[in-house]
């Protein structure tokens, strides 16, 4: 056998060799009821992924990187309901390695334990879903230029009105700034910027976060928070669609001990 083929055999096992999937070195993943003024969320420090108080939604939003309609299927357990009514779990995941994993290292991880606790299927589906599009509103922008040396500066005061109104105060901010750091935020949905507006800019707004019908609700704040937008800034929510990647849930089991 020639030196050639010899070298094909000892390469082809090498390149049907996978490398094992990323995953924590330690896990514990256990129900993790709700019982009043407790932490919610997921969080990561360090070398440590911990998520208190989460449904297996807010698991799979994480480790996928999702909005909330990004995401669907699976059983009606899974899903993020009343925190007294859900199915809630602790997680607590750590790994080694210095520097400690990236956020998408820590995703990835993730979704891999969710996988082997919850036997979690998932696949992704291309979808048309709602947007927005920020525009100048017809009168034009009621933005103030920042001087040259200004700092960026953003400060939101949640006590307006008794806590039912939000003022922000921002100071020598880019209008794509705005858009990923506060906009987005309260419109509800992805915002894409049109304005063309290319300085740095100094404002305040203010607007409603309750209402008699609609108290905090996604929709109802971002409906208070579009009127206030081009009142006070001159900015207007143009509604539209866009493609993104969205995950369905194909099939999810209650975890397996620890």
Not at 133 to 148: C, M
Not at 223 to 242: H, M, V
């Amino acid at each position: 056998m020639t030196a050639a083929r010899w070298l094909v055999f000892l390469v082809a096992p090498l390149l049907c060799a996978q490398a094992p999937p990323p995953s924590f070195d330690v896990a514990s993943v256990k129900p993790d009821p709700w019982g009043g003024n407790m932490r919610v969320g997921i969080f990561v420090r360090g070398d440590t992924l911990t998520a208190d108080h989460t449904c297996l939604y807010g698991l799979v939003e994480f480790a996928y990187n999702l909005r909330d309609d990004h995401l669907s299927g699976g059983p009606s357990w899974a899903q993020c309901g009343l925190l007294i009514t859900s199915d809630l779990y602790q997680v607590t995941a750590k790994t080694s390695g210095d520097p400690p994993p990236s956020m998408d290292q820590f995703r990835l991880m993730l979704q891999n334990l969710l996988a082997d606790r919850f036997q979690l299927k998932v696949r992704h589906v291309r979808k048309d879903l709602p947007t927005y599009n920020l525009v100048v509103a017809p009168h034009g922008p009621k933005l103030k230029e920042s001087v040259e040396d200004a700092k960026f500066f953003m400060n939101q005061d949640a006590r307006v009105n008794h806590g039912k109104s939000i003022r922000v105060t921002v100071t020598h901010a880019s209008v794509a700034q705005l858009v990923a750091q506060l906009f987005e935020h309260f419109a509800g949905r992805p915002l894409f910027d049109h304005t063309g507006l290319t300085g740095f800019y100094d404002f305040e707004i203010a607007f409603d976060t309750d209402t008699a019908a609609d108290a905090l609700t996604p929709e109802a704040i971002g409906q208070t928070f579009s009127i206030a937008l081009e009142k006070q800034l001159g900015l207007k929510l143009e509604p539209g669609t866009a493609p993104f990647d969205t995950v369905v849930i194909d099939h999810a089991a209650k975890p397996s001990e620890n």
